[in-house]
């Protein structure tokens, strides 16, 4: 049975989805207003930002390639 992570960093998000660092910061700064006050889902530790599992599809690709 495979482990997934509960929480993981913008490295590897932008690994995983092929975004920019620039694309991250941008979804990242809409995502903090939504999600304000809800630190189990999006919080910042030591210059690393800890990103639930649960809101990973707001960092998928919003255009799809034909």
Request: proline share 0%.
């Amino acid at each position: 049975m495979k482990k997934y992570q509960t929480y993981y960093t913008g490295v590897e998000i932008m690994e995983h989805y092929q975004i920019s660092e620039r694309t991250l910061r941008y979804r990242l700064a809409t995502l903090k207003k939504k999600y304000k006050g809800q630190h189990t889902l999006l919080s910042k530790q030591k210059h690393i930002w800890r990103i639930h599992n649960s809101i990973l599809e707001h960092f998928e690709s919003k255009r799809k390639n034909l």
